[in-house]
Nanobody
Framework: QVQLVESGGDLVQPGGSLRLSCAASGIIFGDYHMAWYRQAPGKQREFVAQVTSFRYTNYADSVKGRFTISRDNAKNTVYLQMNSLKPEDTAVYYC????????WGQGTQVTVSS
């Protein structure tokens, strides 16, 4: 059974930082491209960042220079370090794993507000 379990979401003030984690099980983690997406209230789910199985990274323009995605294959975990957070970063953040098949986590809430 494949599981992607996100953690690290919280309420943070503008300008603050958070680190999200996604622990994967039931897959050969090193084979999978891992990504983070987010969905704000009333909006469609959008791409945030990706790290491929070859560790190539890609970011949405809205988070470039502020967010960093990384992976630890020994721990079957992908991370999203989020700095200089803005109110518009408020969303449920979802972990995604893709290699022929697409898997999603349940999401973790990030709220940026003073």
């Amino acid at each position: 059974q494949v599981q992607l379990v996100e953690s690290g979401g919280d309420l943070v003030q503008p300008g603050g930082s958070l680190r999200l984690s996604c622990a994967a099980s039931g897959i050969i983690f090193g084979d999978y491209h891992m990504a983070w997406y987010r969905q704000a209230p009333g909006k469609q789910r959008e791409f945030v960042a990706q790290v491929t199985s070859f560790r190539y990274t890609n970011y949405a323009d809205s988070v470039k220079g502020r967010f960093t995605i990384s992976r630890d294959n020994a721990k079957n975990t992908v991370y999203l370090q989020m700095n200089s957070l803005k109110p518009e970063d408020t969303a449920v953040y979802y972990c995604n794993a893709w290699y022929r098949v697409n898997y999603w986590g349940q999401g973790t809430q990030v709220t940026v507000s003073s």
